[in-house]
């Protein structure tokens, strides 16, 4: 099974419109942590935002926010006044500290997000 | 400032030829991971190393092996170059923590094509 799903098809915003970027993860650890990173067409990983499984708060960081729902385990990315700079594929991750908290991130297909002007 | 740099950024081979893309790391991380992106199936992790003379085999290991000799190097070999392995790959580091929102930072990815 996989551990971390995005199923939308390519995404299409309105520039200055806010947009959701769904992620479902799967895990029977009860300690993770869940990341969105971003590649835009130059090819660069760049961090996002971070959500701990304890976190009480949902994270925020600037125009991106995760709308953490623990119960339904998913974690969707929410963009705020979208700029055409976030054009590009974004990526959910996750790492689960049963394997130590060390290792690895296992990702999403990822989703592809334009913004129209 | 410190960084991540892989090495080559392109390159074409031709099937059956030992390729080694080089990853090196000034961060002065102990873990280093290698993934390949391929169209409709995201990052998927090929090997990874928490240490020196430490290696590990991800989901998508087989025909790929890795050394860890030192700190800043994670250098990624394909033995017998196949169409298969045609594909982009990240290198990444990350800090020895025990918390679980370590970032992880990635290298800007090697265009590998094998013909």
């Known amino acids: 099974a996989q551990k971390i799903t995005q199923t939308q098809p390519g995404m299409f915003v309105q520039e200055k419109e806010a947009v959701t970027l769904d992620c479902t993860y799967d895990?029977?650890?009860?300690?993770?942590?869940l990341f969105w990173y971003k590649q835009p067409s130059s090819g660069e990983m760049i961090f996002l935002i971070y959500?701990?499984?304890?976190?009480?708060q949902n994270a925020t960081e600037g125009r991106y926010s995760l709308n953490f729902q623990k119960a339904r385990k998913s974690a969707n990315l929410v963009i705020s006044a979208s700029q055409l700079g976030d054009s590009a594929m974004y990526f959910c991750a996750m790492r689960e500290a049963g394997t130590g908290a060390n290792s690895k991130l296992t990702f999403g297909k990822g989703i592809t997000l334009s913004v129209r002007p | 400032d410190a960084e991540i740099t892989q090495s080559p950024r392109h390159k074409i081979t031709e099937t059956g030829r030992q390729v080694t893309l080089a990853c090196h790391q000034t961060?002065?991380?102990?873990?280093m991971f290698w993934y390949r992106q391929d169209l409709g199936h995201g990052l998927r992790l090929i090997h990874y190393?928490?240490?020196?003379?430490?290696?590990n085999k991800g989901e998508v290991s087989d025909g790929y092996s890795v050394s860890r000799s030192n700190t800043e190097d994670l250098p990624l070999t394909l033995e017998s170059a196949a169409s298969s392995q045609t594909s982009v790959y990240f290198c990444a580091s990350s800090e020895t923590r025990t918390a679980l929102n370590t970032e992880a930072f990635f290298g800007q990815g090697t265009r590998l094509t094998v013909v």
């Open positions: 961060w002065n991380h102990n873990n």
């Open positions: 895990t029977s650890d009860p300690s993770y942590g």
């Open positions: 959500q701990g499984s304890y976190d009480q």
């Open positions: 190393s928490y240490g020196v003379q430490d290696t």
